[in-house]
Nanobody
Framework: QVQLVESGGGLVPAGGSLRLSCVASGRTFSNYVMGWFRQAPGKEREFVARMRLSGGFIYYAASVKGRFTISRDNAKNTVYLQMDSLNPEDTAVYYC?????????????????WGQGTQVTVSS
C-alpha cells in the first residue's frame, strides 16, 4: 500500500506561481514512477508530468513544458510540482499518483495509487 497526500493548491492570478507537494508513505521504492495529473470540470483527467522517485526519467505534457518543473526530495519522501506562468487553462484539481509497475506511461489508468487532489484556480 502507498499513501499519497497533496498540498499547496490555491487561488492565484494569471502569471503567478504555485508549488504543489506530494508526500508519499507506506510501501515506496526508489524505482517507482511518480506522476502529476489534473482534471478540470467536465474534462478527462490529463497527464502533467512524471519522474522516477530516485530521479531522472522526467517527462512533461506539451502544455506545461517550460512552465512546470517536477522534482523530489527523497529525504522527505516528497515530490513537488513547481508551476510558473500560470494561466486560467491550468485551473483544475491536481493529483499525484504512483505507478508501482514502472511503466513510464502518461496514461492515468496505469497509475495505481492516488492522492485526494488539491484545487488550483488561476484567475484571469
Amino acid at each position: 500500500q502507498v499513501q499519497l497526500v497533496e498540498s499547496g493548491g490555491g487561488l492565484v492570478p494569471a502569471g503567478g506561481s504555485l508549488r504543489l507537494s506530494c508526500v508519499a508513505s507506506g510501501r515506496t521504492f526508489s524505482n517507482y514512477v511518480m506522476g502529476w495529473f489534473r482534471q478540470a470540470p467536465g474534462k478527462e483527467r490529463e497527464f502533467v508530468a512524471r519522474m522516477r522517485l530516485s530521479g531522472g526519467f522526467i517527462y512533461y505534457a506539451a502544455s506545461v513544458k517550460g512552465r512546470f518543473t517536477i522534482s523530489r526530495d527523497n529525504a522527505k519522501n516528497t515530490v513537488y510540482l513547481q508551476m510558473d506562468s500560470l494561466n486560467p487553462e491550468d485551473t483544475a484539481v491536481y493529483y499525484c499518483a504512483t505507478d508501482t509497475f514502472n511503466r513510464y506511461t502518461t496514461n492515468w489508468r496505469s497509475y495505481d495509487y492516488w492522492g485526494q487532489g488539491t484545487q488550483v484556480t488561476v484567475s484571469s
